[in-house]
């Protein structure tokens, strides 16, 4: 993607752009005053007073047409510089360019750019003339307060691009458009795959059948792969007592992000953030020996975060969600190892799910000490000896700062979404702290009590942010052992071919095929669009021929070669499609 910001020439001609959409504005509706107009990585928007106007898409429309009549006028654009007093002068009626200018210094001297009746107040550069602000496209306008502020005043802010030919104006309303496809918002209702209501609340999703299938495929898929690698999973309440986690320091550290306190009687609860507490109480239930750790308690685990409204997004960002989680317990010997077994399961799950495209971050403490449990000898203790195991590992990341969890560093994966967020796959973090708090102990070959470490992590991540993920990686897509719907019947017509599609149809089902039979009386072809549409792997089509000589035919997505095979071939291929995983049909 483009970035304008960055792009010195489309830099120029993209405030450019911003000036004549303010001058389009003004002609349309005199009264309006005008805050900030800057370039953005995508592009380019101002903020504008229009009183209490709403625009809509309509009005945007009208704006464009005005601002082509502008870019038509090739108006000059034309630099002028003013003492402060000139300046407050000239923009006398707009009480916002007044705030700008009052903030600049008694002797600075003030720019401003003129195109026709038109003059704004700014730093530059700008192009020579408003012919070159062609080929733009405005394309949404939102509400924004002034300053960024809730309590200030609401201004609407129009967004745009532009460029300097129309083959890369089209290309990037291309690629805009592929990406709003690509959303997994879109994908997760056009899929029914998962659906939000305002009256459940925000950032709190349901999944829809379709949805619950590919869940339900990945809980079986990561479950199986722990308890191979000798996880112990365990079920524990989504709730737990205040004390629960004053004891572990979310309270002092992690209350601002938590749902506020439930009362119960004379008991105070909240709902969990995190499953830390309750997985360290499992491991207090037992004694442990040297040589019983590392101990791993894994869990499919519901956790509950208040998650800003504005920051909520579909499965990506949710305010109920559920973790992939584990606590590992280990011996301070054998803390390398442990980790190094995280990282190599990390490795190995995104193999399974093809996924390339991803970055390893050192997450570590930031400046703000207060948000972080304050002992810096513990800090320095970890941070360095998970860069010591990184190194060792001989993997790629880079550090950044206040990204660590209040209670250690973490080693993050991060990945982008379609529409561009930097966020969390996976994560695994040094512990030293909680084992302290919950005085965690495990009897050494001296038969002395001493302290385990603790390794946070979590694969998917959350099931609710992977899936989002997946959705987008594979653009709905999804391989044969995670599509809610494997194969699609269609017979050619409904009267003679029916019956060999149910006898074929029943065959695969009582094999364990997710499979649907389309006996809907509709033409052919129009039941094959809506099985590609639906995303749907296979799809099989059975006619005069297959039924005379029992065989079946079958498209791939996105094919339109039909091949054929006797069932029993097609049962092993896609046995075994599902059974490796493929991901490419
Ligand atoms: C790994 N205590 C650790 C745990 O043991 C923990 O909670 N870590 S976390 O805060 O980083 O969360 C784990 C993962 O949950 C993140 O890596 C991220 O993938 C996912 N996640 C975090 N917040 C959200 C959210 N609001 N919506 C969806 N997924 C989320
Ligand atoms: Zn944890």
Redesign the pocket.
């Known amino acids: 993607m483009i970035n304008f910001k960055e792009d010195e020439k489309l830099n120029v001609l993209n405030h450019s752009c911003a000036h004549v959409l303010a001058q389009a504005v003004k002609r349309l509706y005199p009264d309006a005053c005008f805050w900030v107009g800057p370039v953005i990585d995508s592009g380019f928007y101002y903020d504008i007073d229009l009183g209490d106007k709403k625009l809509t898409e309509d009005d945007l429309n009208e704006i464009s047409k005005v601002m082509k009549r502008i870019v038509k006028e090739d108006k000059l654009i034309k630099r002028e510089e003013l003492t402060k007093e000139k300046a407050l002068e000239l923009f006398k009626n707009d009480p916002y360019k007044i705030e700008l200018i009052n903030n600049m210094d008694e002797d600075a001297i003030i720019t401003c750019y003129r195109q026709g009746e038109f003059v704004d107040l700014c730093r530059g550069p700008h192009v020579s003339s408003t012919k070159k602000c062609k080929y733009f496209k405005l394309l949404k306008v939102s509400g924004a307060y002034y300053k960024g502020d809730s309590k200030n005043k609401m201004l609407q802010r129009i967004y745009g691009v532009c460029f300097d030919n129309e083959t890369d104006l089209e290309n990037h309303l291309n690629e805009l458009e592929e990406t709003k496809q690509r959303d997994h918002r879109k994908l997760g209702a056009n899929l029914k795959i998962f659906m939000t209501n305002d009256l459940v609340g925000k950032g709190l999703p349901m999944w829809l059948p379709n949805g619950a299938v590919i869940r339900r495929e990945l809980e079986r898929y990561i479950v199986d792969k722990e308890l191979a690698l000798g996880y112990d999973h365990v079920y524990t309440p989504s709730l737990g007592s205040v004390d629960l986690y004053k004891t572990s320091g979310h309270w002092d550290h992690y209350k601002d992000d938590m749902f506020p306190v439930m009362k119960l009687d004379e008991e105070e609860y909240v709902l969990r953030p995190?499953?830390?507490p309750h997985h360290m109480l499992i491991y207090k239930n037992d004694i442990h020996s040297y040589k019983d750790l590392p101990i791993r308690i894994g869990e499919l685990a519901h956790d509950f975060?208040y998650?800003a409204s504005g920051a909520v997004c579909g499965l990506?960002?949710?305010r109920a969600?559920c973790?992939n989680?584990a606590?590992l317990f280990v011996r301070l010997d054998q803390v390398g190892e442990e980790f190094s077994r995280v990282v190599n399961l990390i490795l190995d799950v995104y193999k399974d799910f093809n996924i390339t495209d991803y970055k390893f971050r050192l997450s570590l403490r930031g400046k703000e000490k207060e948000k972080y449990y304050d002992n810096d000898e513990m800090w320095d203790k970890a941070e360095n000896m998970l860069r010591d195991v990184l190194k060792k590992l001989n993997i790629e990341f880079y550090e950044a700062e206040d990204e660590a969890?209040f209670y250690g560093p973490k080693l993050?994966v991060q990945v982008k979404s379609a529409i561009g967020h930097d966020v969390?796959?996976?994560?695994c973090?040094l512990d030293f702290l909680l084992p302290e708090k919950f005085d965690l102990n495990y009897i050494n070959e001296e038969g002395k009590k001493q302290r385990p470490v603790v390794i946070?992590?979590?694969i998917l991540?959350?099931l609710?942010?992977f899936t989002a993920f997946l959705l987008e990686e594979t653009k709905g897509l999804l391989p044969l052992w995670l599509a809610p719907i494997q194969i699609n019947i269609i017979p050619v017509n409904n009267e003679y071919h029916l019956e060999y599609a149910k006898e074929i149809y029943e065959g695969l089902k009582n094999k364990g095929f997710r499979i649907t039979l389309d006996d809907r009386d509709e033409k052919m072809n129009y039941k094959i669009r809506e099985s590609v549409i639906k995303k749907i792997p296979y799809t099989l089509i059975l006619g005069n021929k297959e039924r005379d000589s029992k065989k079946i035919s079958y498209r791939l997505h996105g094919s339109d070669i039909t091949k054929d095979m006797y069932i029993d071939e097609f049962i092993d291929k896609i046995e075994n499609d599902i059974k490796t995983k493929k991901y490419k049909y």
């Not at 969390?424 to 994560?427: A, G, I, M, Q």
């Open positions: 995190m499953n830390c975060r998650e990506e960002r949710v969600m973790q989680d606590h969890a993050d969390t796959l996976s994560t973090q946070h992590r979590a991540g959350t609710d942010r």
